[in-house]
């Protein structure tokens, strides 16, 4: 039988009883749907690659095409990966909660595909592309077999639509999501190793506006010194079992009873 940190009724109970709850989220979420992380040491994407020679805007200036093919190589993954345990927990918490908004630094949309509606990307999505030249999000002709394909208003080289480090956030999601850590009561940080800004600001946001912050990480991250409540542990695992306590409804596997 599994067995479960202490504070888990306690987190259940500051679920139970919030008004607003944010929700941010990071690579961990996705791993037990097979999907790498970025910075673990034995399986994280960046055990194997460089990620200033990859995401970056520099590394795609220099080489697009072994950027484009580093994406392919994702996307294929993630076409391949279905939502977990974990997902399913967060899509079915929103409708057992007055107002819940996810902000996920993810780009892989399993959210969305488990359910999730009140979604906030901080760092895009793997699912679009946009002209490296415009910003607009384009859509590449199939018959363009080039590689990266070229796009079709301007001829501009396309690239995926999300943030690599030094480009700037989407500012409309950048400020729903300091709306949602500023108002919420309750905050969730979940599999993110918050190194990353500004991301990793919205949880300290969260607190120093009052809020309780529950981390549920594998690992002890630089947020775990401050954050109310630390939950080691996997979130597939964890968070179907926080849901099942505070909302009996729903069952442990995320899905409803
Ligand atoms: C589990 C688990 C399980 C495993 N269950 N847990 C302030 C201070 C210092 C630096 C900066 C700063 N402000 C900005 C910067 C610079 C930079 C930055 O943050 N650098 C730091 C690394 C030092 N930030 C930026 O450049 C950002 N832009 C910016 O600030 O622009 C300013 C600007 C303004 C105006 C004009 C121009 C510029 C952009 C950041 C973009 C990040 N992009 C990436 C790539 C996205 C595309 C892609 O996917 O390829 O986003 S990098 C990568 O890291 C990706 C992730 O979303 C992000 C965060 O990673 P995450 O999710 O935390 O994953 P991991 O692997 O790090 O952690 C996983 C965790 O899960 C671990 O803790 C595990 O233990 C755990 N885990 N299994 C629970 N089953």
Request: proline residues 9%; aromatic residues 6%; contains cysteine.
């Amino acid at each position: 039988m599994t067995e479960f940190p202490p504070a888990l009724a306690e987190v259940a109970h500051h679920l139970r009883e919030a008004q607003e709850i944010a929700v941010l989220t990071g690579a961990g979420i996705s791993a037990e749907s097979g999907v790498p992380t970025f910075r673990d040491a034995q399986t994280g994407i960046w055990a194997k690659y460089d990620p200033m020679q990859l995401a970056t805007p520099e590394a795609f200036a220099a080489d697009p095409k072994r950027v484009w093919e580093w994406y392919a190589w994702r996307r294929g993954l993630v076409a391949e990966a279905k939502p977990n345990p974990g997902h399913l927990a967060l899509a079915n918490l929103e409708g057992e909660v007055p107002a819940l908004t996810l902000i996920t630094q993810n780009v892989d949309r399993l959210h969305h595909r488990a359910g999730s509606k009140n979604v906030v990307e901080l760092h895009g999505n793997l699912e679009e592309d946009r002209c490296s030249h415009e910003n607009c999000v384009v859509r590449a002709d199939p018959s363009d077999n080039r590689t990266p394909p070229h796009c079709p208003r301007c001829e501009a080289l396309l690239r995926p639509n999300v943030v690599w480090f030094g480009e700037a956030l989407s500012p409309a999601a950048l400020e729903r999501s300091f709306n949602a850590a500023g108002n919420c009561d309750l905050f969730l940080c979940i599999g993110t190793s918050s190194l990353v800004y500004p991301a990793a600001d919205l949880p300290m946001e969260a607190l120093n506006r009052g809020a309780t912050v529950v981390e549920i990480n594998a690992d002890p991250t630089p947020l775990s010194p401050h954050a109310t409540y630390c939950l080691q542990g996997k979130a597939g695992t964890l968070l179907p079992a926080i849901s099942a306590l505070a909302f009996p409804a729903i069952t442990t596997n995320g899905s409803p009873a």
